[in-house]
């Protein structure tokens, strides 16, 4: 099965099947903080209103299920080799690298304010940056696997 893809082909089925796996679990959480509000709100309860619990969760499991369904559909597109799924991944790397700098920036402010134990969180977003970058420049620069996308 694996004996005639390249590595470009194995590295793309790798990152579709892991976004699956992530759109649906976001998809499965969702659906749980929409229709499930009555057992979250008891841990909430005490800190929020009900009516601010149950509008938050509402809208955590709308931004859940939206981020789900997105993932599916990168998925498949990475799957079968077409341009829109690289895209929109580039996409959402764009983002994440945009977080990975904000937390990065937070993680630096925690290490001045709290000494050596704020390293961990500044260790933990500068590898974070490393993923995102060289997965980045795996689906945008690197000639065979443009190609690959391109001839689908």
Do not use: H
């Not at 976004?19 to 309860?45: A, E, Q, Y």
């Not at 990168?74 to 690289?86: E, I, P, Q, T």
């Not at 402010?109 to 420049?137: A, H, W």
């Amino acid at each position: 099965m694996f004996e005639n893809w390249s590595l470009s082909q194995f590295i793309t089925r790798f990152v579709s099947i892991n976004n699956w796996v992530i759109g649906i679990f976001l998809v499965v959480f969702g659906f749980l903080f929409i229709f499930v509000k009555s057992t979250f709100i008891g841990t909430f309860g005490s800190a929020l209103s009900v009516t601010g619990a149950q509008g938050l969760l509402v809208f955590m499991g709308g931004l859940f299920l939206v981020c789900g369904l997105y993932s599916c559909i990168m998925a498949c597109g990475l799957w079968k080799f077409k341009n829109y799924g690289r895209i929109m991944l580039l996409i959402q790397l764009y983002i994440s690298g945009a977080g990975a700098i904000i937390y990065f920036i937070i993680a630096l402010t925690i290490l001045f304010k709290v000494g050596l134990v704020g390293l961990l969180p500044l260790i933990i977003s500068i590898y974070f940056m490393f993923i995102v970058y060289m997965i980045i420049y795996l689906f945008q620069v690197q000639k065979d696997m443009v190609a690959l996308f391109k001839s689908n």
